[in-house]
């Protein structure tokens, strides 16, 4: 088989599955774990997949409910520019609600130098982050536990987030439409995101600008439940002035 054929199975693959394993299709391809990542390096190149570590993701799979490991792995300098802008934000001594998304690990990585912080959270991930952070109050939501996110969902999480208020809420989702509003691909973590919002005076919500115009299995709120977009790059201008007729601030 050539190479551009090989790639294109890749993408019929990554079309229907939303990601692939590189151990996987060196198997299936009977070629080297190296050819497949070239093939993949090459993808990402052309901007049509997401390299993650051990495999690539679908840059355009908006409903697929990606396993946490992969999701950590994906547009990664678009994260850290998003926490860098949310970081400055944050000020000492606030009380802060952070969803169980990927983005939010990157934000609270960014803001571990701020001092006094209390923050809950139903990521298993963020949890074990702050495991070091004697000076902060950090409050698990409880629930149950959704072992591919590793996140904490169902009723006594949302109870839980719904009993306190916060300064600031930070939430993530899968796409963003100016008719369908905001969208997630599952509808256990779109009812924690609706809490955290519930509870909050400043609802943030942290997204890479691939996910604007796109749109998702569930809906999480319309734009009057959010005060503030930060993304990696300035969308397009229908977006700047649709933000701005719904007094959403746009940071990028």
């Known amino acids: 088989m050539l190479a551009i054929e090989r790639r294109r199975e890749i993408l019929a693959k990554l079309n229907a599955d939303g990601k ?12 080297t774990e190296e050819t497949i990542r070239r093939d993949l390096e090459k993808l990402d190149k052309e901007g049509l997949v997401s390299k993650t570590y051990g495999g690539a993701v679908s840059k355009h799979n908006t409903s697929l409910d990606l396993p946490y490991n992969i999701r950590e792995g994906v547009n990664v300098i678009q994260k850290q520019s998003i926490s860098d802008k949310i970081s400055e934000l944050i000020e000492d001594g606030e009380r802060v609600m952070l969803d169980s998304s990927s983005t939010a690990l990157y934000v609270l990585k960014k803001i571990k130098s701020k001092k ?11 949890l074990i982050e702050l495991a070091d952070k004697s000076d902060w109050t950090v409050l698990s939501t409880g629930g149950v536990l959704k072992k591919s996110a590793l996140s904490l969902t169902g009723s006594s999480a949302e109870k839980m987030i719904r009993s306190y ?3 600031t809420a930070i939430c993530s989702c899968k796409g963003l439409d100016t008719e369908l ?3 997630d ?11 955290m ?12 600008s691939e996910k604007f115009d796109k749109k998702s299995f569930v809906k999480v709120c319309d734009f009057g439940a959010i005060d503030i977009i930060v ?6 201008e229908k977006w700047i002035g649709f933000c701005n007729e719904k007094g959403v601030d746009l940071i990028y």
């Not at 691909?185 to 809490?195: F, H, V």
């Not at 919002?197 to 890479?208: G, K, Q, V, Y």
């Not at 993304?231 to 397009?236: F, G, R």
Request: hydrophobic share 45%.
């Open 181 to 183: 509003g905001i969208t």
């Open 20 to 31: 692939v394993i590189v151990a996987e299709l060196a198997k299936d391809f009977e070629v």
């Open 116 to 126: 006094n912080l209390t923050i809950i959270t139903n990521s298993v991930k963020i």
């Open 231 to 236: 993304t990696d790059s300035a969308p397009s």
């Open 165 to 167: 208020h916060v300064d």
């Open 185 to 195: 691909s599952n509808e256990n973590d779109t009812l924690i995101k609706q809490a």
């Open 197 to 208: 919002f519930a509870s909050a005076e400043r609802r943030i919500l942290a997204l890479d």
